[in-house]
Structures are given as C-alpha cells and as structure tokens.
C-alpha cells in the first residue's frame, strides 16, 4: 500500500468545478472487470489462423476430433504441470473456464460429498462455511452465496490470508468445509502468499476431514515487475502432511491466450482426480481436444509461455504506473486514499475514506465512468466500512484510462469533502 | 421391425464349430457407441484449418476472442433456429456437449428448482420420477440414477412412447417432473414422434406445474433414408397449449461437424432462457465464441448442412444396409430375433429371445466382439425381458462391420440353441 500523505488540498468548490467540467464530457467508460486489452489479445492473433492440417492426433495417439477423452489431452495436461506443481497424471484439462470447474467441483461436494465427505455438504445439518479471504474475487463469493453456504469473512494482510485467525477457525469447526484463494498476484490486492502461509494451510489440523482448499492460480503466469514472484506448491507441501486431498487446483489459460477461448485446468490428488472423472462422466462426453491442441501448438512451452507472458507485461505495466501515477499526483499527501501497485495480476485495490467507497462510485457514474461495484469485493457484496474499491485498468488505452483515474480521483476527494461536510 | 421368419435351421454342432472358429481369429472390435467414423469425421476436416484471420468479431459486434456473452455468438442462434423451431433469441448456444447442457437444467432445478417450482426438485419431500422411454439412451437414465430421481418405464411403439400411458402417469402423479424424449430417429430404436404424439405430449395435462419435457434433439438432421422424416415443432405446440415453459430443447453439432468440438444449444422459453442465463453466469464467464463462429463459417446455413449431411448419410448408408443383409441372411426365417431399420440416426435396436441377450454379449465378448451393453437402454441398466441390444453400425469400416454381424448372428443362434438345450 502506497499511502497518501501531505497536505496539499482542493477546496471543495474547485472539486466541484472540476467534478462539473468531467461532466459535461458526456463520457462513457466502463473498466469494472479485469479484461484482457485488444492489444494483448493480438499477441495471440495466430490461433485463430493455426491450422491443424492433418496432424489431429494428440501426444498419447488420439484423434482430438473425435468424442472422448474425459481427462484431456496428454500435452496439455503435460504443460501445466510445471506451472502449477502436480503430476500430469493428476491434471485435467477441460473447456475454456476454470470457474466452470470450480463449480463442479462445489456442486459435486454439495449434491454427492467428496471422496471424504460422511454425507454430501448439502446434507450437513447445520450447513456448511467458507473463509473468504477479504477483500477477495466476487465470483467466488457469489457461488458461495448461491449454494447458500455461509462466508466467514477473514482479512488479507500482507504475505496472505491472516493464518492465525484461519488457523482457529478451522481448528474448531467442522462446519467450515473450505476457503477460496488466489494465492498469486491476488485479486484484488494483488498479494502472493508466502511460503509460510502456504506451509500453515497444507500442515493445519481441520476439524472437518473433508475440508477443501480452492486454489484458484488464475495469474500464475502474470507478473507486472520484472521478476516473477515465487509461490510455493500448495499440493505437494500437503500430501508431505498427509493432506493430499485438501488441494483443489485451478489454472487456465484465458489470460494467456484469448480469454474466451482458452482452456482451463483441475488439478488434484488420484482420489480427487477419480471422483472428478465419475462426475464428468456422467455430464459430457469430453471436452473440445482439437481446442487443447491448438492451445498447445500455440504455447509450445513453458519458457515459450513466459516469452508471451513478457509481452503481456509490457502492455500491462505502463497502464498500472498510470495508475499510481495519477493518483500520487492527485491523491498523494490528502491522507484520504491509499492504493496498491501490485507486482502481478490485474487489478489494482484503492481504499478510500470509510463511509465514502459507494458514494465514490455513484459519483463516477454521474459523469459516465463505470469502475467498480462498491462491496463486490466482500461477501454478500457488503464492504463493511464502504471504504474498498477495485480497479481493473487493463482494457482501456492509456488516454482513456488516465482520464478514467482523474475521474475516480475527483469524486474521491469529493465524497470526501462532501462528508466532511455533512459531519 | 424386421420379425424373423421362416425355417432354415443349423445345428448345434454347426454353430458351436463356427463359434470356436471366429474364436480362433483372435479379434479385437469394439463398437459399443455411437461414434463417427474417421471417413465421415474428414468431411469437416476443412475445420481444423478454418482461419478467422482478423475477421473474429461476431454478426452482433462481439470480439468472438475475449471475455462474456453467456448466450453465445448471434450467428450460431441463428442457424441453429430453423433447425429446432424456436426463435433465435430463445436459444442459447454454449460449449461443445449438449449432454452437459441437459445435466445442467437437470442440476439446477435439482438445486433452486425451475422458474415454476415451488421448492427445488430435491426438496420434494417424496423424491421425484422421470419418465424414461424404453429401451432409450442410457447416458438419460444414468444421470436419473445418479441425482436419486425415480424412473418410469414407458414402451416406445412406432410412432413415439406410448401415450395413453403417459398421460395417464402425468395427470395423476405430482412427483413426475419430467420425461426423456430424443423425438427424431430415437436411439435406439430409430423411431422418430409422430405429429400426434407432440401434440399428446405439448397438450396433455399434468399434476406437477413444474414438469419438463427434456427433448433431445440429437438428430436433428440425420437421415440414413433419402427423404427426411419430418418432426413437429415441440415448443410452438407446447405455447400454443399455454405450456410454453414445458419444453427443453437440445441439439449439437456434434455428429455434424467433429464429434469432440462442436457447438450445444438449448432452447426454451423466454422464462427458462433466463433462468438459465443467472445459473450459467455463476458458472462460468461465457461459451467459446470463437468454436462458434468458426463452426458457423463452415457450416454456413441450413441448406449447407443438409449438403453435409447427405455425405455423412452416404458413408452410413451401406453399413446400416450391411447390418439388415447380414441378419437377414444368418438371422432370418429363425424365428429367434428382429431388428430395426432405421430411417435415421445411429442405431439399430435387435430383439434376441428373452432370456438372451446378456449370453449373446458374454459370447460376442469371447470372441473379442465389444457391441452392446446388455440392458444399458433401459433404466437402472436393467432389461426385465433380457432380449434388447443396441448395435451401432457408425464406427467400422464395412469389412470390420460384416465380420462382427456375422459374429452377433451366431453368437444370437448359439444362445438360443444352447437355452433350447438347457431347458
């Protein structure tokens, strides 16, 4: 976090002078979700051009366009494996949506248990919890919401989750049946857990046996600084404690390649694997291989991977020092926000004044800019101190974007006046 | 059907003489599923070098590559339209399994129930029933029996399920809430709805407000016949009775295009498009739209397909042909099994004597013939008769074909004889 500090101030009639000027714009931007830009989707213009030819066959000798193959291709499979730390006999490759798996993978716990579960979650007589790592991914939270499993809300500190408060949590309630993470380059506050959180969440005794961690390494690949920052395998320090099954591990490559036509990846221990490929038996015939091989001719490799993913870096990087640019021009020293410039993913998380993140929001929207959903990042969609908002500023250009923060920076300083104000 | 009929005999010495001589070849075939053949999977082999250049925006204005559009590319709607009479806006097109997108229906009016329940289907206090047409598609019952729900044998007669049954079962028990139908060249039977029973099943009434008629259009356009057997429009019948939500319609492009990447779609009422749409948007951010466009620019428009498709049917012409000839000339006159022709589709349906049907398949295994699951087309995978097998002619080239026909043929002559013997 980059706090604001200083003293050079706006008064409020210049803040609405300005507010008013932004106005009469007549704008329309809408940046509220982490979209990959038209730019960095041309770095991968040739799939759409790739031809197979006749070569149709995958790596193990199966006709990729035929029905089958419930577990995906063996190169796909193969190419994961070192991005995410398992087997390639424990990874499944799927269609173009690692959310999609994670849904299976709660819908199948909730109507039939996992592998260790005594009863399915839905038959739990009290029901059952999630720690939601606040602030956090709202799709997470939403299928949470869904299912009606209660979120238990525990803060994000620097190095990960608070694993003290994660740890007692767990510890003594067997209710509680999993947490959802974004263990690399977070959303939204861009965090990668250390090595030490990733030991206390493989080694910590649970007091529910079929408890679960939803690893959701959506930007394992995706630093913003010039060095990658590490994350430490989170399936092989658990079956090292005895915990293989605790790991449910996702990845894809909708941010690599092209977001809607990517493929997506579960990764697991054998038994976790097997109770996968009963379900998924029973709902397709397979997923679309000739898209898996045409991903990995593509990605060749995982060196050839982060040759792309460096180019994806240098697209993305100018748009984030945007960010904190304009806001230490026009935030810097009022000790009204802090922001934070992360060394990876795709969003950036601003904390404004408690009690002034909606009205931050409702402001923006008054001249045409669409940012954030104020709360999203919380369970249930309420921030308790209205005061965090996330910022994606990958899609727009930088003019745009530049604008954008200007906007946000206003009506920050704004609803902060008008509060103060008001009091 | 095709009763066998007449007197010419062989003895059981010649047949258990013949039986250890296909024995002694040493064979390995496995035709048990519905799978096109390598010849018929060629005719789209222009797919897999398909480029979209940069032309990748969809006829709505939708970059096909990135992120959203739950409902799927405006293009594929629209050709998939007249092919199951519903308008394109009610149509949504999705990944490549139109099994995954029935699972799915299945799944969430299992958990929240559909937009007419009251309670979720698996918050009925009896449990639920599905009527299960039989002998039907074993992947249909296999998902009945995986979410606990009740099935109901209904006979399939020649021109659809038995009706006067149905309607009978429907009118009277609240805890039916729905029925498995594939209207058009129905596997296995090949038989497809007549106008009258679309019109029974759109009209009739039914004690449960919130009963579903899965309709799973599977072949669609799939005539083995030179002229198309016509099927009535489920869902304009279904509105024209008030009973619009009733009709869930599925099809894909599967056995059009390439088995294991094709397009699904599931079409429905405004009511239960929607419904669809807030359980898919918690799923996942969206279908593969570039698999869409792409298909649609092969496929280009229903006049196309029907061009297509009179190529897939001169490849699987001749094999159902070899299919009839074969048991004709081995199984005729016996008296001891008949067999469908069908006009479309990819099965044939062979009665044996009751009692049969598990031998003929544990014989044909000895011989290293795979062909049938014995019961598999009936609910719980259990034939109460033990007569019904499901050939799939699709897969092997006609040499292979012939062999194995000749090899069901004594295998079916061999375990009546040795029954006749036993008993």
Redesign the interface.
């Given at each position: 976090m980059n706090n604001a500090r200083g003293d050079k101030g706006l008064s409020k009639f210049e803040v609405d002078t300005e507010y008013q000027r932004l106005k009469s714009l007549g704008l329309t931007i809408n940046m509220a979700?982490g979209?990959?830009s038209?730019a960095q989707?041309q770095l991968?213009?040739a799939l759409?051009?790739l031809?197979?030819?006749?070569d149709?066959m995958t790596a193990d000798g199966v006709?990729?366009?035929?029905?089958?193959?419930q577990i995906g291709v063996l190169e796909a499979r193969r190419l994961f494996a070192p991005m995410v730390g398992i087997p390639e006999s424990q990874i499944v490759v799927g269609?173009?949506?690692s959310?999609?798996m994670m849904?299976e993978c709660l819908?199948q716990a909730?109507?039939?248990g996992t592998p260790d579960s005594q009863v399915p979650w839905?038959q739990e007589p009290d029901g059952i919890a999630f720690i939601c790592i606040v602030p956090g991914y709202d799709?997470h939270f939403?299928?949470c919401e869904?299912?009606g499993i209660r979120m238990i809300s525990v803060p994000m500190l620097q190095d990960g989750p608070d694993m003290e408060r994660v740890r007692s949590l767990v510890a003594n309630d067997p209710s509680i049946k999993g947490i959802w993470c974004v263990p690399k380059y977070s959303n939204p506050t861009g965090t990668t857990y250390s090595p030490e959180v990733v030991e206390a969440l493989a080694s910590m005794p649970t007091a529910a046996a079929d408890f679960r961690i939803f690893w959701d390494n959506a930007y394992a690949v995706h630093p913003l600084a010039e060095v990658d920052q590490p994350l430490a395998d989170l399936y092989s320090r658990c079956e090292v404690h005895g915990h293989a099954s605790r790991a449910l591990i996702f990845a894809s490559t909708?941010k690599m390649t092209?977001?809607?036509?990517g493929m997506a990846m579960f990764g697991a221990s054998p038994a976790n694997i097997d109770w996968w490929v009963k379900a998924a038996m029973?709902?397709?015939?397979?997923?679309?291989?000739?898209?898996q091989v045409r991903q990995v001719r593509f990605l060749k490799s995982i060196e050839n991977i982060e040759y792309l993913m460096e180019q994806h870096r240098v697209l993305l990087k100018p748009k984030f020092d945007r960010v904190d640019q304009v806001f230490q021009e026009r935030l810097g020293g009022l000790g009204i926000a802090s922001w934070t410039r992360p060394a990876g993913g795709y969003f950036v998380s601003l904390q404004v004044q408690a009690g002034t993140a909606k009205r931050v929001v409702e402001l923006a929207s008054g001249v045409g800019l669409t940012f954030s959903s104020p709360g999203s990042c919380f369970p249930y969609g309420i921030d308790p101190d209205d005061s965090q908002l996330r910022l994606a500023p990958s899609y727009p250009e930088l003019d745009e974007l530049t604008l954008a923060l200007e906007i946000i920076a206003t009506c920050v300083i704004k609803a902060s006046l008008d509060r103060q104000v008001a009091h």
């Open positions: 979700r979209i990959p038209p989707i991968s213009q759409l051009s031809s197979l030819g006749n149709y006709d990729s366009r035929n029905y089958g193959g269609g173009n949506s959310l999609a849904y819908a909730w109507r039939r839905s799709r939403a299928m869904d299912f909708s092209l977001p809607g036509a029973l709902r397709s015939v397979g997923p679309d291989k000739v898209n």
